[in-house]
Every structure is written in C-alpha cells, then in structure tokens.
T-cell receptor, first 112, second 117 residues
Framework: GENVEQHPSTLSVQEGDSAVIKCTYSDSASNYFPWYKQELGKRPQLIIDIRSNVGEKKDQRIAVTLNKTAKHFSLHITETQPEDSAVYFCAATYYNNNDMRFGAGTRLTVKP | GAVVSQHPSRVICKSGTSVKIECRSLDFQATTMFWYRQFPKQSLMLMATSNEGSKATYEQGVEKDKFLINHASLTLSTLTVTSAHPEDSSFYIC?????????????FGSGTRLTVV
C-alpha cells in the first residue's frame, strides 16, 4: 500500500518568511496529492491539492509542486502570517484505490 | 455543498461500555466512508473503509469486532467502539470521497473526541 513520509515534523519561521514542507510517497500509481491544515481538535481543512497531470499549482501565498519521477511533492507558503500556525498534513491516493494515506504532519509555528 | 455531519463531537464514556459515532452525508450520497483515528500530536491513521451494503474493510491491526462499522444507507455510516477502554480514547473522524466540478476529492466530518474513563 501507499506510504507517505513528511518532513520536517516541526518548523518555526519568522513572520514574513517562507515555509516549505516536503513529502515523499511510495506508490507510483498515486495521482492525487492534497495538503490539509488542521487546528487542534478540528477537522483537516483542504488548503490546496494537485493532481498528477500538473507539476505545480498556486493559490495566492500557497503553492504545491509535484515531481512524479522522484515521487515527492512539496508545500510552499510565502509571506507567512501568525494565523498560518497549525499542523499541516500531506496525503496521497489514487482514484481506484479510494482510501487516502497521510503523512505524519508538520507543526508550523510562525513567530510574530 | 458536500458536507459530512459527524456526531457526537465529544463523548465521555465509562470503561466497558459502547459508543456509537455517526457520519451523515447531507447533500450527496457516500457509497464509501473512511474512518480515521488520530491520537494526540499524531497523524490520521486509516482504520477502515466502509462501503454501502457490504462489509467494511479493516486495516491491519484494527480489531473488527471492537470497532463495528455499519454503512446501511448511502447517507449514513456508523462506527461503534465496543467495550471501550481508556486506550481507545482518541479523535475519530470520518471522510467521504466527493466529486466537485468534475474532479474528485475528499470531505471530512468534524470529528469525535472520545474519552474513556
């Protein structure tokens, strides 16, 4: 089955700096890679996703890149703000498999 | 659209009792529901996949007799934690696959914080 690894486990940045979180996956058939932001005790919130037919996707301060050959994808947050502080999870799945596997999570702290 | 309503949000039960958690798809039909468990400061771990009208598929290490899953209709899936013990205390969350504007994704319930005392 799919195995997703996520690094780093914790990340602390100054407000305004960029933050990068990286994930690797094992199943070359995976074709959907979402990123979720989770605040304590709440459901994961989708912040951006990418499908295997594109290499990069951007939404304002958030971008995701995908390298299918290397089987890794990354989340980039620019101009970080204190409200970006949360735990971020990457995930990977493919259409016919249905279920989704999560990375271990990254606790991002943005210091004002 | 594509909302999954999960109840209860919090439950405290005594050791040895059973607790039922419900997930309802409000405006779509969920043929498949995924159940995750999340311990403090850890990731979401898939417990089982429920399919409407058939038996659930459990992940390795998850006791099917302890975590009973029922998916009797296209809009309701339930997880029952039987004979709960303190080590079952966790955050349980369901997820359904959805189709939005021709593309598919996932939507999550709001989660259930279970505390077994």
């Amino acid at each position: 089955g799919e195995n997703v690894e996520q690094h780093p486990s914790t990340l602390s940045v100054q407000e305004g700096d960029s933050a990068v979180i990286k994930c690797t996956y094992s199943d070359s058939a995976s074709n959907y890679f979402p990123w979720y932001k989770q605040e304590l005790g709440k459901r994961p919130q989708l912040i951006i996703d990418i499908r295997s037919n594109v290499g990069e996707k951007k939404d304002q301060r958030i971008a995701v890149t995908l390298n299918k050959t290397a089987k890794h994808f990354s989340l980039h947050i620019t101009e970080t703000q204190p409200e970006d502080s949360a735990v971020y999870f990457c995930a990977a799945t493919y259409y016919n498999n249905n279920d989704m596997r999560f990375g271990a999570g990254t606790r991002l702290t943005v210091k004002p | 659209g594509a909302v999954v309503s999960q109840h209860p949000s919090r439950v405290i039960c005594k050791s040895g009792t059973s607790v039922k958690i419900e997930c309802r798809s409000l405006d779509f039909q969920a043929t498949t529901m995924f159940w995750y468990r999340q311990f403090p400061k850890q990731s979401l771990m898939l417990m089982a996949t429920s399919n409407e009208g058939s038996k659930a598929t459990y992940e390795q290490g998850v006791e099917k007799d302890k975590f009973l899953i029922n998916h009797a209709s296209l809009t309701l899936s339930t997880l029952t934690v039987t004979s709960a013990h303190p080590e079952d205390s966790s955050f349980y969350i369901c997820s359904a696959r959805i189709r939005v504007q021709g593309a598919w994704g996932y939507t999550f319930g709001s989660g259930t914080r279970l505390t077994v005392v």
